[in-house]
């Protein structure tokens, strides 16, 4: 399951749902401190940070894909935006 960002550049609104319960694992990309930033759920250093939200929502897309997890992208305020299914 996923849910697209618009991409007429607006804002992206909050998904209404929790989809995480139980998961073995996942990948997140994030906003935090002027930058965008791609981690594992259980790290808190990010194996890759920039300022292009974009390059990192695809950084982060493509490292779940490889560990077969789910990828979370939350927005600047913290929710989640999108959750991409391990494929």
């Known amino acids: 399951m996923s849910t697209t960002a618009p991409a007429d550049s607006q804002p992206r609104a909050a998904a209404t749902q929790e989809p995480l319960a139980g998961a073995d694992g996942f990948i997140e990309t994030y906003y935090r401190d002027g930058g965008w930033h791609s981690r594992r759920h259980d790290s808190e250093s990010p194996f890759s940070s920039g300022e292009d939200e974009l390059d990192q929502i695809a950084l982060g897309s493509q490292v779940a894909r490889w560990n077969r997890l ?10 989640i935006a999108e959750v991409l299914d391990a494929c």
């Open 70 to 79: 789910p990828h979370i992208v939350r927005t600047t305020t913290g929710s």
